[in-house]
């Protein structure tokens, strides 16, 4: 089974510019999550995607919002950068519900965002 | 709010000799879950080991134990003959039983190297 994928790996963007990250979890997974990893805040939570909708959000601003689409795949848009914003977003999958099981997240290699 | 804290950031091991990682956490709740994650230098985060919180028994995966102390609320990986693989940033996660999403909370994370 292939693992998570994220897309693209690398990107480099200016303050005040937007982006998308991309995310396409294990197949069969319906819970895509977004974390972002910083040397200062660490491990973060942003938000948690099942069957399309929102199910869990941390902290963050509005900047920084999500989607799933009916293929489970996840998109995270972060709006008017901010030099802060500069970390690696990982994104993992799980089933979701249903199973015992079904909590176990599965991480994707990660999107490096440097903002200048 | 659950807090996870790692109060190891760095430690060192001899290959083929044993090291236990430091894990302590704060909550309300009685049950939950809590994991291990070894993130290696550039390469993604995987699930080390998995401990139910109802569960008394200490999970074991190979080389990987770990010693729960619900009451301490403590939650140390003990890793046993050390391999040159085994370096790599460890992250200790909780997550809450009490919502039906996926939301992981991260400690800050042991750099653990293994010294040949």
């Known amino acids: 089974k292939a693992g998570v994928t994220q897309t693209p790996r690398y990107l480099i963007k200016t303050r005040g510019q937007q982006v998308t990250l991309s995310c396409s979890p294990i197949s069969g997974h319906r819970s895509v999550s977004w974390y972002q990893q910083t040397p200062g805040q660490g491990l973060q939570f942003l938000f948690e995607y099942f069957s399309e909708t929102q199910r869990n959000k941390g902290n963050f601003p509005g900047r920084f919002s999500g989607r799933q689409f009916s293929n489970s795949r996840s998109e995270m848009n972060v709006s008017t950068l901010e030099l802060g914003d500069s970390a690696l977003y990982l994104c993992?999958?799980?089933?979701?519900?249903?199973?015992?099981?079904?909590?176990?997240?599965?991480f994707g290699p990660g999107t490096r965002l440097t903002v200048t | 709010a659950q807090t996870v804290t790692q109060s190891q950031p760095e430690m060192s091991v001899q290959e083929a000799e044993t090291v236990t990682l430091s894990c302590t956490y704060d909550t309300s709740e009685s049950d939950y879950y809590l994991f291990w994650y070894k993130q290696p230098p550039s390469r993604q985060m995987i699930l080390v080991i998995r401990?139910?919180?109802?569960?008394?028994q200490n999970a074991t995966e190979n080389r990987f134990s770990v010693n729960f102390q619900k009451a301490a609320k403590s939650f140390s990986l003990k890793i046993s003959d050390s391999q040159l693989g085994d370096a790599a940033m460890y992250f200790c996660?909780?997550?809450?039983?009490?919502?039906?999403?996926?939301?992981?909370?991260f400690g800050g994370g042991t750099r653990l190297m293994v010294k040949p």
């Open positions: 993992a999958s799980s089933l979701g519900a249903g199973t015992r099981y079904a909590y176990e997240q599965y």
């Open positions: 401990q139910e919180a109802y569960k008394q």
């Open positions: 996660a909780y997550r809450s039983l009490n919502n039906a999403g996926n939301m992981l909370t």
